[in-house]
């Protein structure tokens, strides 16, 4: 059974991914789970509900950046791996306040990797041959792509908004720890997410919501920025696999070869709104809006996902169509979800306009 009888850390285990990393590992392997996790406003610890009175999950409340929990924990878990996605992760957020993403993803990975050091050289060497450190990144770091071509694991990076700077940093960070101490790390560069218990400041759960209630449907610019979409789960899965098995210093690649404009998302959520939740006004497209668009914003990014396909044997399994749909589907069904959120005092406003 896989990682029967590992305890693996999961930083940022009560966000978007974390959390669905959490789910798919307690759902579908033995791991041992410890959630690391700050709360900041993005957390929820509603997103694990397998992880109620389930043995094999604890939740501790910690921030990746304060060093001496971080030891106190390691030595307390004795984790196996780690699985780093602690993160603030909303492009706009970083640029009207660029700080928490400095700290958090920046200097909160030094921390990790230096305590994460320090805790492996006290290993034997059977633990160290096994002990894995996973940094969850994004292809956001490579910047922005004409109308072709792709990423790949050996494109150069050039970040562009304060985010994807503070994210390449911190890829940086890693590799170095591995290149210069030899901790056994591992990099994924993933494209966009989507799916269940996304926050709803993002662009897919913002347009279902606003949609549901008959509200304005802002696009950024022409609507015709490219982002490659990936299902959560199918990333969950293939973060999983590049634990298990992928190769000690190396990079993958994840991606859903999906690659939609935003205009086109967003109308395809029109659509599925006016058949899954109708309304006898005007249909959900009229709602849409184009807003004055983000400051640097990234053209085009499409992910060649040919080295994780070709050495770790995963594809992302779900469809852009049938993903959206459950998305979709998700949030119609689980109202609760996100209306705690917003009567918990996220306000839904433009931000990131850098005025
Ligand atoms: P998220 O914002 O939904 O969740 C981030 C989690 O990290 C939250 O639970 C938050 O409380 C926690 N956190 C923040 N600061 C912390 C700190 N200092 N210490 C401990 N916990 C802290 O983000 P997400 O969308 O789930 O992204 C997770 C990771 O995946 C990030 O590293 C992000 O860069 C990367 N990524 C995201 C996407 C995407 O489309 N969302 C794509 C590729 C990569």
Request: hydrophobic residues 35%; proline residues 4%.
């Amino acid at each position: 059974m896989r990682f029967k009888g590992m305890t693996i850390f999961v930083t940022g285990g009560a966000g978007f991914i974390g959390s669905a990393v959490c789910r798919h590992l307690l759902a579908e392997t033995q791991a041992n789970i410890v959630n690391l996790d700050k709360l900041t406003y993005a957390a929820n610890l509603d997103n694990i509900p397998n992880g109620v009175s389930n043995s094999r999950y604890v939740f501790k409340r910690a921030d990746i950046c304060n060093a001496p929990l971080l030891r106190q924990l390691f030595s307390e878990f004795r984790p196996d791996a780690v699985m780093n996605l602690a993160a603030e992760s909303h492009v706009d957020r970083s640029i009207d306040g660029p700080g928490e993403f400095m700290q958090t993803n920046v200097v909160g990975t030094f921390s990790l990797l230096q305590e994460a050091l320090r805790y492996y050289r006290g290993l034997n060497d059977t633990q160290r041959a096994g002990f894995r450190f996973l940094h969850v990144s994004t292809d956001e770091v490579f910047g922005s792509l004409g109308e072709s071509g792709y990423f790949s694991e050996n494109s150069p990076y050039a970040p562009n908004s304060p985010y994807s700077a503070s994210k390449a940093s911190s890829d940086h960070l890693v590799r170095a720890w591995h290149e210069t101490y030899g901790l056994p790390t591992l990099i994924t560069n993933c494209s966009n997410n989507y799916g269940p218990y996304h926050f709803p400041e993002k662009l897919i759960p913002h347009t279902i919501i606003k949609g549901l209630s008959g509200e304005e449907l802002p696009v950024y610019g022409d609507g015709q920025n490219i982002r490659d979409w990936l299902f959560v789960e199918d990333h969950a899965k293939a973060l999983t696999l590049v634990l298990e098995r992928g190769r000690v210093g190396q990079t993958y690649n994840i991606g859903g070869r999906n690659e939609r404009t935003n205009l086109r998302v967003v109308e395809t959520i029109c659509d599925l709104l006016d058949e899954l939740a109708p309304r006898t006004i005007t249909p959900r497209r009229d709602l849409i809006s184009f807003v004055v668009d983000r400051p640097g914003h990234d053209r085009r990014y499409a992910i060649d996902a040919s080295k994780i396909e070709r050495e770790l044997g995963w594809t992302a399994e779900r469809s852009f169509e049938s993903g959206i749909e459950r998305t979709v589907r998700w949030y119609i069904d689980q109202q609760h979800w996100w209306k705690a959120i917003l009567a918990g005092g996220y306000a839904s406003i433009r931000v990131g306009l850098s005025q």
